[in-house]
T-cell receptor
Framework: RKEVEQDPGPFNVPEGATVAFNCTYS??????FFWYRQDCRKEPKLLMS???SGNEDGRFTAQLNRASQYISLLIRDSKLSDSATYLC???????????FGKGTHLIIQP | ETGVTQTPRHLVMGMTNKKSLKCEQH?????MYWYKQSAKKPLELMFV???????ENNSVPSRFSPECPNSSHLFLHLHTLQPEDSALYLC????????????FGPGTRLTVT
């Protein structure tokens, strides 16, 4: 089983809608989680960290459920500029690098 | 945005060639990374350097040879590559090796013919 799994999509969503996607992880030793965003032909950039208590940044809400080993990202009032690939990322305790999921491709349609 | 730069941006090389990829970070970070991104696959961590010392080699074939002369520069030396090595090679840096946020360079698009 892959360490971090995501539905690749694409998710086609009308502008203004709310969209949510999940990510599951298999390694219980994973300590920290993040959502990165990658635009077409660009490098990944950190969108937000994910905390067990849940955290919100503007229209974006991230949640971590350690018992079920999944992470979620909710985007409210979606904008055309939200179209991108969203990468679920974990870091194992004691490990230096990050473990990336394949990404979920989101397309916001006008 | 010039926090992490990579050169060249595109590279085409034959299987018998030797080439090097260069990464430079201007952020004062102490950890640097090489990742490989292939189509339909997740980013794969290749190498990690912390304060110029290699701390992780993720079972990468010896035809890829990293070099980190100082905390700001990272190289990836390539020799006798295979066509399946064609991919986007991304360099990243973070304040420390436990840093949550990694800043990525734009990548080098490598094609092996």
């Amino acid at each position: 089983r892959k360490e971090v799994e995501q539905d690749p999509g694409p998710f086609n969503v009308p502008e203004g809608a709310t969209v949510a996607f999940n990510c599951t992880y298999s390694n219980s030793a994973s300590q920290s989680f993040f959502w990165y965003r990658q635009d077409c032909r660009k490098e990944p950039k950190l969108l937000m960290s994910v905390y067990s208590s849940g955290n919100e940044d503007g229209r974006f809400t991230a949640q971590l459920n350690r018992a079920s080993q999944y992470i979620s990202l909710l985007i409210r009032d979606s904008k055309l500029s939200d179209s991108a690939t969203y990468l679920c990322v974990g870091r194992r305790r004691g490990a230096d690098g990050l473990t990336f999921g394949k990404g979920t491709h989101l397309i916001i349609q006008p | 945005e010039t926090g992490v730069t990579q050169t060249p941006r595109h590279l085409v090389m034959g299987m018998t060639n030797k080439k090097s990829l260069k990464c430079e970070q201007h952020l004062g970070h102490n950890a640097m990374y090489w990742y490989k991104q292939s189509a339909k696959k997740p980013l794969e961590l290749m190498f990690v350097y912390n304060f110029k010392e290699q701390t992780e080699n993720n079972s990468v074939p010896s035809r890829f040879s990293p070099e980190c002369p100082n905390s700001s520069h990272l190289f990836l030396h390539l020799h006798t590559l295979q066509p399946e090595d064609s991919a986007l090679y991304l360099c990243a840096s973070s304040r420390s090796f436990t840093g949550a946020e990694q800043y990525f360079g734009p990548g080098t698009r490598l094609t092996v013919t």
